[in-house]
């Protein structure tokens, strides 16, 4: 896992990096989508790391957050702001 | 006395909570449904060490206990005692997965906090220590103050020890009512998260997480062409192994048919009960029982993707090409099911949050090739389409079939996008998915799945299947017409009369009589067509001088090649089965959506039959 020292959003991370979660913007995301966020374990802190892009195009992502893979759409990965991880 | 203890089992999906269902309760199980939802209800029995027996009671796999989805307010409501039809648990079981304790953890503590005596399977610590991760689970007990106990419930580690730990609880008394305004159930999740995530690293001893395997094989699964080609390429085996594995069996059983009816003919005196038998029940259960090992064949390809963790990964292949029609990648899976069979494809549709999207699944499902089909498609094709290879390994026979499938997939996609665009219009829904690690699907549980899918086939075929036979065969021989009749008989039975009646409706589209016959009692169930043909013909060959045994040889006789492809057509759209449409309407709560699903599937599949019948035609086929 490298660590990007900008701070970007989930959907514009290059494949196979990584970082924390370091906000996340509720008010982008349906109540629906926010819920099922946070009940796959985003939230602020949590290391990230974008692994796999869809066939067709851009959509969908799969992404490990925290110890779960994950696969979600742009729109959503860009409501979650990946910057450095922290060192223990 | 008092009634068994009913301990209930809840935890996140993924956690292994089926595989350690099975392991407690063996093959003890019941499967039924809820009333008012088609949320499948999971109990089975099991005896605790001291020989006490215990009802255990699966919940469906949940990450909270907020009551937004289906499956989520039967949890919700079963805990609560809210549940109809069912009883309160006296204890709780909550399954959490080691290797993913951060997670699986924020839901134990909302099931701890409610109150009931509980214990904790902290199962697949075998896979966390194959990831790198070694848990203490005496500290995970003492910061969650319950007991914890380290299973492996495919390789029934544990089982046990679990056992005990149940009956020491289940020892302690009654069921426990929570209260609806019970604070456990209004806490918030980013808090529960972190609490749960501080006590995952308290009871970690060791980390170095990797998870290589599931890595690994994500590289090619997920793989922007190498993804879409494998899923291809598992598609197009399943479908080809439908048809080649199954020939031996299907021949044997075919056989055994053939035997019993001249058995029966041998021992039993000529007359109306033999005709009744021989060819009413034997003919019209036999022609369905036959297809039972493609039917077996294509459940255990689902169960095999289900239970090793590919379905999502298909899911995330097709989720750009769904997102095209207005559907998310969340609503293959059920599609994907619904080739078993429509009613569990429907069923799991509870999954999908977002209500227009699930709307549109349940409307399309019944597009998708279901099993009942294949006993009408394997007759037509085996009697219309030629045995020949087109390829290496590639049949004739199986690739119409594939195009079959495929016309349903098209068909599906299609009344998808106009769907989504009319009646079920709203903004696209989102895609959002745990994608569980692979895992090797344990025999054992496939077995057992493949059993209950091969006993409710037999229940339908022994019930269903053979009543609307017998009064088929009974409408189609009677009255016996007067001597100097001199059309076939069947055309002066009551079946006859009717199917006249209707045949000028189906006329257009190709179709003769006996298919307007066929139709009728179809509408119980796909293959009763089949059956239904089978006893029209049986009863019908008794005016010849020449006997054709099978039904295939008969049929080839009867029917012209563009007769049988608009047959094909027909059956790829109509939505003849009569639980599909009980579920749609309980899942639709009316028969508002259900009526408009009956109308534009049987508008689509008459266009469509009428269409395939005159291009063959027009082609001189």
Redesign the interface.
Known sequence: MTDDAAPTTLDKLPLRSGGAIVGIDWDRLSERDARRLRELGVDEGVPVEKLHKGPFGVDPIACRIGRMTVALRSAQAAAIAVGPLKSK | MNPTPLVALAGNPNAGKSALFNALTGARQKVGNYPGVTVERKSGRMSLADGRPVELLDLPGT??L?P?SPDEAVTHDVLLGKQEGERLPSALLVVIDA?????HL?FALQLIALGLPTVVALNMVDMAERDGLTIDAAKLSAELGVPVIPTVAVRRRGIEELKTAIGMLSASGGAVRVDADHPALHED??EL??RARAIAVTATTEEN?KRRW??RA?AVA????L??ILLATILFVMFQAVFAWSAAPVDMIDGAFIDLQDAVTAAMPDGFLRSLIVEGLIAGVGAVIVFLPQILILFLFILLLEASGYM?RA???M???M?RVGLS?RAFIPLLSSFACAIPGIMATRTI??PKDRLTTILIAPLMTCSARLPVYAVIIGAFIPARDVGPGIGLQGLVLFGLYIAGIAGAMLAAYVLRRTVTKG?PP??????PRYQMPILRDIALGLWQRALIFLKRAGTIIAFTTVVLWLLVSFPKPPADYDLPSIDYSVAGRIANGLEPVFRPIGFNRDMALALIPAMAAREVAVSALATVYAVDAADETVQEKSLVERLRGRWSLPTALAFLAWFVFAPQCISTIAVVRRETNGWKWTGFMLAYLFTLAYVAAGATYWTAVALGL
């Not at chain 2, 290797?99 to 997670?103: F, I, V």
């Not at chain 2, 997920?222 to 062409?225: D, N």
């Open positions: 990450y909270s907020q937004s290797t993913n304790l951060d997670n924020r999740i980013v998260q972190r997480f599931t890595h994500d997920l793989h922007p062409i993804g879409p999502v899911a995330f292949i989720d750009h090409l997102a990648g949050d977002d903004p989102g895609f959002m998915m745990e994608m």
